[in-house]
């Protein structure tokens, strides 16, 4: 096979640095010495701009559960968009689709539409400070909710890699506690101090963390937040932006069943389309504007494109959840216990994580289990990893704090594929 080139997207690139701060409009989407161009996307592949097709297991950093493209999705996009796309006025849409997300999601007496991530999480914290009327928040280090004020500190994703918190005053952090992921006693100690005492609001979580690698909740982890959570008037809030319709279509919440006080949810529910939500009870959700005091408004929220784009994607998962989940689980097993051979084989010091549809492989002997430990792996051999599996048409997020996701649009040929990659590239890994 002729060697992948990427010279039409260094050439952009360039051009791109000119104009726009770092020439990537997200930080994750850089790396060195420039990250490929994409003109479109079908299925499981990315076409880039220099005629290179790649099997992707980044998808969106994870939104595109469908695979890119998806028709059905994309001929009601089409259809509304032909009716209008912005009106700023409650659409019948809308109303179905909360009504589907009550039905889906086991928290949510009532949701509230958003358009990313940040969104849904920066107004669920603030819910919860209202409806506790405390000021304190848990977070976990690693974990990432969007690139706003009071939960960067020590968050995943691109923000591991280095410390972004220049120009946040220290007083808008500081009412924000990070501590280590799957350590209860820690949370314990935290709650009972006596600084703290009666003043935190909540604690939100990832799940499962998929933005420092990918961590798992140790057996219960969660079940304790919750019960913790409970005993001391804490709102727990699950930031299933990832997870949610992922996992299982009612999210992580039904994957282990548990049910959190408020969940967050983007990505997989427009499969790309920018929408995200806030589900909770009637009694904490009623805390918004206009019937509350806590103010959330935007003039894209609930937009009828992203709106159609969810409700035709929740109706597919719905419709096939029986089929999908255990397909995508299925491609992930298969090729997570194809890596675990061939490291096995090669005697290399390599963990796996995976649940469902997620996957993430770390150079180390130990144990992944949280911020720490995925900060201690060998960060340099990822790097030349990826480097290695770009080369070969595999690409998966250009960092060790990502996760890689599988569509139901991976194959068996493109599961293949990676398996034959990854077995050259973890060869090769050590000396390149
Ligand atoms: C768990 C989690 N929460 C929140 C966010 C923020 O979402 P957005 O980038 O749409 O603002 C992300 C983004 O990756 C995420 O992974």
Redesign the pocket.
Known sequence: MADINFNQSRHLFERATKVIPGGVNSPVRYFQPYPFFVESANGSKLFTNDGNVLIDYCLG?GSVFLGHGNQEVGTEVKYQMDKGNLFCTPTEKEVQLAETCTKIIPCAEMVRIMN???EA?MHSIRLARSFTNKTKLIKFEGG???AFDYVLNKAG?AAAAKDYTDGILTESASKTITIPFNDIEVVQDIISKRENHNDIACIIV?PVL??TGLVLPEKEYLNSLRNITKENGIVLIF?E??TGFRLALGGASEFFGIKPDIATF?KTLGNGYPI?LVAGNREIMSGLAPCGSVYQASTFAGNPVSVTAALKTLEILTKEKNTIYPKVAISCDKLVDAIRDIVSDKQLDVMLNSIGSMFQLFFTNKLIRDYDSVKSTDTESFNKLFRILLKKNIFIPPSPYETCFISTMHNEEDIEKTIDAYESALSTVRDF
Do not use: K, M
């Open positions: 950093y990313t991530g940040a999480t990432y909710h969007g994703s990832e998929a933005n930031d932006v990832v983007a995200s």
